[in-house]
């Protein structure tokens, strides 16, 4: 509970500077490109019925890309991480590929794929994969070989080396990847939205820009800083839950 | 019958430019519910022949045998506790106590039952839900051999298990580790690099030498578990006479051998 106030007063604390800062960004420059906060903040409250969907809409695209680029990026990462000959063969491959800006292929996926869902999850989805990819190899590359040695002892098969060694012990990191993944999946979200399809919070945004609406086009880009804020925290609470343990004995 | 048995046991590291030759020839058989210490120079292959008694490594020619029969992977009833204890962190200290068993399939209710009593048996029934790294180095020792004890283990090998520990805590982890013993009259091998401690919990101290690995000299040492006796004319002979050996080998600084 403790815990939990002061987080909530670190964040009043920063919001409350940052609307500041933004008052006085506004009021110096006093372009209508640049309201000021408090009729963005307006806006977005009276477009509420407008905006939530949208939330709705681009929360579940990136959620549901970041699930699906994890839940195959972990398993594989880990045994590459743990085989030498499987790593020996796919890792030339992922250093190829690793670097490449996977955005560069949205044209590609809007041709092959729609205009849809689709396209705008598998792109993230791929973003995902990579970062998680190479984060879970380096993981299971660094287990302490003793823990394994010593599960190994107690007659644990390859499958209990994972479940009680490998796993675990690879969470930390895997979960750092993806509270820093979020950035990059919710720029990309918004790069997809903007360029093609006619829901999302990119699309809001671009759209409000379009009609000249600058406090809706706030009230979006609000949205979507919110949405960052979810789901970075959901991420944090849930790896504090599942490795409780490193709390321990602190 | 010998319920660990090297049969002329050789074990050679295959490396990129150069091989080691771990263990040459080893010949060595201990007894059911045989204490056993083993200490010599690094090098010595002494790590070598615990994962080879507990079926994690083949040797490259000879045999080991537990119980009569050739080793071929980790066995039931071995238990092996390592120098860095081996514990999981990730895991609560009852989790860790079961989870030989956990592995093995026993059913949860039994689970819970055996690693509480064992955590009984070493004094850490109220840290069961505690985490590794709550707990003290000597509390993280009786840990591991909570594991050892929850498994029923009828042959317990340990590499340096006390060496993390400072000397008071260490000479209490011994007493631990005899009790256990005498409660439980397991076959035990124990890798140790303090005399002391072999002559405190081995009824034979083998002396091994390095480059390659093999026995060169076995201590009886049958007044091993006696009540106090840490501190008889008898042990302390024994320690003299092992640290003779040892310096003969090399090992210890001849100065150290003459009382002064």
Known sequence: MRGWGRKLLGY?????????????????????????????IATFIEQWAEIWPQIAISGAR???AMVIGTALAVPLGLWLGRSPRADAMAAPMIFLLYPIPKVVFLPVLLVLLGLGNTPKIVLIALIVFFQILVTARDAAKAVPEGSVVSVRSLGASRIDVYRHVVVPASLPDIFTALRIGTGTAIAVLFLAESIAGTNGLGYYIVDAWGRIDYPAMFAGIIAMA??????????DALETWATRWRVAGR | MAALEFDSTSMTYEGSDRSVRALDALELAVDVGEPVAIIGPSGCGKSTLLLLAAGLLAPTSGAVRVGGSAVDGPRRGTALILQDFGLLPWKTVEANAALGLKIRGVAAAELHQRAISALEGVGLADFARAYPAELSGGMRQRLALARAVALDADLVLMDEPLSALDALKREELQDVLLGLWKLRGHTQVLVTHSIEEAVFLGRRVVVMSPRPGKVSAVVDNPGMGSEGYRVTEEYFETVKRLRRILAEEGVVAAADVVAP
């Open chain 1, 226 to 235: 919110l949405l960052g804020v979810v789901l970075y925290e959901a991420l």
């Open chain 1, 12 to 40: 009043l604390g920063a919001v409350v500077v940052l609307l500041l800062a933004w008052a006085a960004l506004s009021a110096a420059i006093g372009s209508p490109a640049l309201p000021g906060p408090v009729i963005a």
């Open chain 1, 62 to 64: 990136v959620v549901a």
